[in-house]
């Protein structure tokens, strides 16, 4: 099991069920998900045909359009990822701009926004025990 942790983001990625769980905390800029998207990417154990849940519970940001366009365009720039992401968020402006997001993404992985994890999993077909570990990491 390959990690990494940082004040305000850490993920893990767990080979044996093939799959990747980010976690942000408090206030989260685009440039801070880039930021974890670059140090994912650089794992040792990463594998871009994982899923992936990003646990974006209690986390507050603020972008503009301009800054999601921006972020959508260093992901499809990179390709990196071939996997299904589900996007866990609990405040209402971060789950707009996770809506925005999914709607003006183009590919080429798929992308769900939900306020559960066991909507996460679902959307995965995994079992929630899976995750219990690393819920509240």
């Not at 507050?60 to 999601?68: I, N």
Request: net charge neutral; hydrophobic share 45%.
């Amino acid at each position: 099991m390959a990690g990494h942790d940082h004040p305000k983001h850490a993920f893990t990625i767990l080979r044996e069920q093939r799959l990747i769980l980010c976690r942000f905390r408090g206030y989260v800029t685009l440039a801070d998900v880039k930021e974890a998207t670059e140090a994912l990417w650089a794992a040792p154990g990463y594998d871009p045909s994982f899923n992936g849940i990003v646990n974006l519970e209690g986390v507050t940001t603020r972008a503009g359009l301009d800054e999601l366009q921006a972020l959508i365009g260093f992901l499809r720039n990179r390709a990196s990822s071939t996997g299904h992401w589900v996007v866990v968020f609990t405040e209402p402006k971060a789950a707009t701009l996770g809506m925005l997001f999914k709607v003006a993404w183009p590919g080429p992985f798929r992308i769900e926004v939900v306020s559960t994890w066991e909507a996460a999993c679902r959307f995965l077909k995994v079992d929630l025990p899976v995750f219990a570990p690393a819920a509240g990491a």
